[in-house]
Structure formats: C-alpha cells, structure tokens
Antibody, heavy 119, light 110 residues
Framework: QVQLVQSGAEVKKPGASVKVSCKTS????????INWVRQASGQGLEWMGW????????GCAQKFQGRVTMTRNASTSTAYMLLSSLRSEDSAVYYC????????????WGQGTLVTVST | QSALTQPRSVSGSPGQSVTISCTGT?????????VSWYQQHPGRAPRLIIF???QRPSGVPDRFAGSQSGSSASLTISGLQADDEADYFC??????????FGTGTKVTVL
C-alpha cells in the first residue's frame, strides 16, 4: 500500500533552515506530485506547495515564495522540503501528501514532522 | 490567498445530521469543481473523505455527502456517530496549481 514516512522532529533557532524528508513506497514515485501542508498547534491546515518528482517542477503558495525549496531523490523515492529563514510562526507539524488521480484529492499523508522554532 | 471560511464548531446528537459550510470566492470554490473534505482526529494526520465536491473514496461511508453551490461548499454527516467527533477541513483548487484549505470545524457528538 502507499506509504509516506517522514523524518523526525526538529528544533531550530530563528533564522535557521530545516529540511524535512518524505520517503515514499507502494507506488511509482515519479507518477504523482508530492505536496506539503503544515498545521500549527491547534490551527488549521495550510497548503505550502508541490513538486513533480519526474520533472522536478515546483510551485508554492505566494507567502512561501523565496523561502521554500522542494527537491527529490528519485533513486530512493524520497521528497524533501527545505524551509529557510525560520521564525517562530513556522513552528508547526509539516505533512507530505500524495494526491490521488483527482485534482486536490490528497489521499495519502505522511505521519507529520514537528518543527519547533525557538530561541 | 485567504483561507476558506468554516464555522468554528457544530454539534449534534447521535443519529442526527450536521452540515458544515465552507465559503470561498469566485477565484477558488466558485471557479472550480475541485473541492475536497478531510477528517482529522486529534494527533492524527487528516483523512480524505470527499473529493471532486461529492465523490467518496473507497471505504468512506455514504453518511458523508458533499455539495457545492456558487462559491460555497457543504459537507453533511448523517446518522452521526461517536467516531465522527473530529475536526473537518474543506479544500479547494485555486488555480495555477495552488490550493487553499478552510479554517476548520470541530464536530462534537453530544
């Protein structure tokens, strides 16, 4: 079955960067986009961006432009999300998500990675 | 892109029906048929329960029904059960391969 397994929790200082990994299995990695969604504690879901593993093409929400970089290693079926210039408001659980065949049908989620930004 | 607007909470007794609204604009819900809904229990990742406005993935009971009218969408849960108590989020395609989520609604089973 489809599985997305993310890297462990991170604690970072303001201004630093964090890189979250998402190892996929159970399907052909290059066939589906990988999206990233985050959720601050007690808050709603926030869509961050997407990457197509085959082409490497990416896109993101306007508020993350210039701060988020999405990459992949097709040989290990792993996607990565790098968020730079961290601030306290970036403290959240970050999810990698694989959509189904229908647009916006995010049907497979990683377990989430808690990123804490604190002095 | 602003978050879609949902009521903060709704509640109902077991067996009753509840409806959650999701209000967007003509740049998201009002312009596309790609509305999805997610259920999230505490400490868990979200789970897709509706896609393409009203389609249910395999394994999702037909007690969950989605609809859309203009720039708003709705999720109705009928025959409310204790396990339906969770947070629910809508999501819409917003063009140029961007998406926007709703603010989230907590469903309480009384």
């Amino acid at each position: 079955q489809v599985q997305l397994v993310q890297s462990g929790a991170e604690v970072k200082k303001p201004g630093a960067s964090v890189k979250v990994s998402c190892k996929t299995s159970g399907y052909t990695f290059t066939t589906y986009d990988i999206n990233w969604v985050r959720q601050a504690s007690g808050q709603g879901l926030e869509w961050m961006g997407w990457m197509h593993p085959n082409s490497g093409n990416t896109g993101c929400a306007q508020k993350f432009q210039g701060r988020v970089t999405m990459t992949r290693n097709a040989s290990t079926s792993t996607a990565y999300m790098l968020l730079s210039s961290l601030r306290s408001e970036d403290s959240a659980v970050y999810y990698c998500v694989r959509p189904g065949p229908a647009r916006g049908s995010f049907d497979s989620w990683g377990q989430g990675t808690l990123v804490t930004v604190s002095t | 892109q602003s978050a879609l607007t949902q009521p903060r909470s709704v509640s109902g007794s077991p067996g009753q029906s509840v409806t959650i609204s999701c209000t967007g604009t003509t740049t998201d819900i009002g312009n596309y048929i790609y509305v999805s809904w997610y259920q999230q229990h505490p400490g868990r990742a979200p789970r897709l329960i509706i896609f393409d406005v009203s389609q249910r993935p395999s394994g999702v009971p037909d007690r969950f029904a989605g609809s859309q009218s203009g720039s708003s969408a709705s999720l109705t849960i009928s025959g409310l059960q204790a396990d339906d108590e969770a947070d629910y989020f809508c999501c819409s395609y917003a063009g140029s391969y961007t998406f926007v989520f709703g603010t989230g609604t907590k469903v309480t089973v009384l």
